[in-house]
């Protein structure tokens, strides 16, 4: 094992499988000379040169349709949008022609494009600057949506998005670049399906991805050490699909299960565990499932609006305790199905 930077993992899965495959390329503002706005191409430039990696306009929707139509004759771009907020720039290429060309097709043409993000809320950044969009994109039938916690994902992930048949779309939290984690020494591959449980416990689910996931496992330490709550947090590095199985077997062993998510609950995230939750495993319920999840507000610049309008792990370790409060004592004129927390 090496431990490495998030975008070291990064950079070190581009090297690998540019190495491997002539025809994989990458696309993308300064990812070429500068190296990327997060280092996850440093060095590459110099290294294989600017027909494979290449600087583009400031055009999202050019660049990213250029790309997309170069996959149908059997490159395999990794377009890099610089950030997730630009992304609504290139819908049209992403949506309608990546998504949909297997399909409208009948399998004659595939897409076998990576698109890479960074998103979420960073360092006052404001808000055209700060966008959580995992739910827009998890929408989209026909692509694939990824987002990895750690290094360790990171690198696994990318891999294997670059040899998949599918558009695949890697959200990236920008906090998480310099973050450290253990990576294989080898070659290895994570697969694009599926969740992992990030910590084994017996007494409520937490579930999050991405940077979520690092609030519940602070969360679980704390409810752990001074409340003796014992936490299982899973980890939906998957987001499209969703891990069903995953997510039932975890709330039918814990029979209480919590969504932290940075973004609005509106049509998130959340929404959709818990709409599995409901199907899959409503009778193995002993308490309402929760939401944490973001003000319904644009992120502010000003640093505490900032903080007060994302959630946190001290958040979660609030609705934990007064969901099993509520479990345990339960009033007749509470019907909520759900509980939405946030700072207030």
Request: a negative charge.
């Amino acid at each position: 094992m090496a431990t490495m930077m998030y975008w070291e993992a990064l950079q070190r899965a581009h090297d690998e499988e540019l190495a491997r495959d002539p025809l994989v390329i990458v696309m993308g503002e300064d990812i070429g000379v500068a190296g990327g706005t997060y280092k996850a191409t440093k060095g590459l430039y110099d290294k294989y040169g600017p027909e494979r990696i290449m600087d583009t306009p400031i055009s999202e929707n050019g660049f990213t349709g250029l790309g997309i139509g170069a996959s149908f004759i059997g490159i395999r771009p990794i377009i890099e949008l610089m950030s997730v907020n630009f992304a609504w720039l290139a819908m049209d290429q992403i949506f309608n022609s990546a998504a949909k060309v297997r399909y409208m097709s009948g399998g004659q043409l595939t897409a076998p494009v990576v698109i890479r993000s960074p998103g979420g809320t960073a360092h006052q950044l404001g808000a055209q600057h700060s966008a959580r969009m995992e739910k827009v994109f998890m929408g989209v039938a026909g692509l694939r949506v990824v987002t990895p916690s750690n290094a360790r994902q990171a690198y696994g992930l990318l891999k294997s998005a670059v040899r998949c048949d599918d558009p695949v779309f890697i959200y990236e939290h920008e906090l998480m670049y310099n973050m450290k984690s253990d990576v294989p020494d080898g070659e290895y591959f994570h697969p694009l399906e599926g969740s992992e449980i990030a910590r084994a416990g017996r007494d409520i689910t937490l579930f999050g991805y991405n940077i979520s996931v690092h609030w519940c496992l602070q969360a679980a330490e704390i409810l752990a050490a001074q409340h003796g709550i014992d936490c299982e947090v899973v980890d939906l590095f998957s987001l499209s699909p969703l891990d069903r199985a995953g997510i039932k077997a975890s709330v039918s062993k814990t029979h209480r299960a919590l969504i932290a998510e940075e973004a609005e609950a509106a049509v998130g995230v959340g929404s959709e565990v818990m709409a599995i939750i409901n199907e899959e495993c409503f009778f193995e319920l002993d308490a309402a499932p929760v939401r944490v999840s973001a003000k319904n507000v644009p992120i502010p610049y000003n640093h505490t609006l900032e903080k007060a309008a994302v959630p946190s792990s001290k958040d979660i370790v609030h609705a934990v305790l007064k969901m099993l409060d509520h479990s345990q004592h339960p009033t007749s004129r509470d019907t909520s199905t759900s509980l939405h927390v946030g700072k207030s």
